[in-house]
């Protein structure tokens, strides 16, 4: 569960897509100034497009450092990457497609290839020797940005699945009934946890309900799972999506 000290509200979208270009631009200073690189983690769905395109614009994208800049993804949808309901092509179209980043430092979740199980144990595979992980090792990322689903859902982690159990894989493919497309591959939460710093993007008054019930029960839903072991986690929303939360003074 995290706490309020973590939250911040921003007036509206607009105010948390600057506001979260700003933590990722002095997350990737502080990376490559002290590890020589930003291993970055992208999350899916629609909230984060706002960001994406403002980290796109010069005022930040040309304080990124984009040829030390590794990108990686949260979870994909079993959808090839030109399909409009792939995290792939929404974040190519607002912001990879529009740095100087090198192709091979962006690392695609395969979710459309047939072979789910597989494409889970290569992504994993891909992802430990892109940052030279050793055996028995979690990868650590710079920066997880992750979204809120009204049911409690982030990632690719809904409430009830198995892989909320997960221990060692860092990448499962599960299959969500509930879900538009049902069929994803997903980050599990030992490499969530691993994270350096993980970042909730969340906006909309569809979501008040669920960021009061994430932030202030004890309740096991996904999200609240998330709580990096030697991390910082930080909520930003809008005023819209923590109206039913006692929120911190609003940016
Ligand atoms: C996905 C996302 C998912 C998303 C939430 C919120 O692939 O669906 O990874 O976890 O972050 O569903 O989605 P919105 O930002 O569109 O509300």
Not at 13 to 34: M, N, S, W
Not at 52 to 63: C, I, K, Q, T, V
């Amino acid at each position: 569960m995290a706490s309020d000290a973590n939250l911040t509200v921003c007036a509206d979208p607009a105010t948390l897509a600057e506001a979260a270009a700003h933590l990722i631009v002095d997350a990737a200073t502080e990376a490559v100034r002290d590890r020589g690189r930003f291993l970055f983690c992208l999350a899916g769905g629609e909230t984060p497009r706002a960001t994406y395109a403002r980290l796109a614009l010069p005022a930040f994208s040309e304080r990124v450092r984009w040829d030390r800049t590794w990108i990686f993804f949260g979870d994909e949808r079993a959808v090839p990457p030109d399909h409009p309901e792939s995290n792939y092509r929404m974040a190519h179209e607002a912001l990879l497609s529009r740095v100087p980043i090198p192709a091979s430092q962006i690392f695609r979740m395969r979710g459309d290839q047939t072979d789910a199980e597989g494409a889970a144990a290569a992504y994993a595979a891909e992802i430990a020797a892109a940052i030279g992980t050793k055996r028995g090792e979690l990868p650590r990322f710079d920066m997880v940005l992750l979204g809120l689903g009204i049911d409690g859902h982030t990632a690719s982690l809904f409430p009830g699945s198995p892989v909320l159990r997960e221990v060692f894989r860092t990448v499962a493919a599960v299959h969500v009934a509930a879900a538009q497309i049902p069929q994803r591959l997903t980050l599990t939460f030992p490499v969530l946890n691993a994270a350096a710093r993980v970042v909730f993007l969340v906006t909309g008054p569809e979501k008040a309900k669920i960021v009061r019930t994430v932030l202030s029960e004890h309740g096991g839903l996904p999200a609240a799972l998330v709580r990096p072991t030697d991390g910082e986690l930080i909520w930003l929303t809008d005023r819209a999506a923590a109206a039913l939360h006692p929120v911190s003074q609003a940016r």
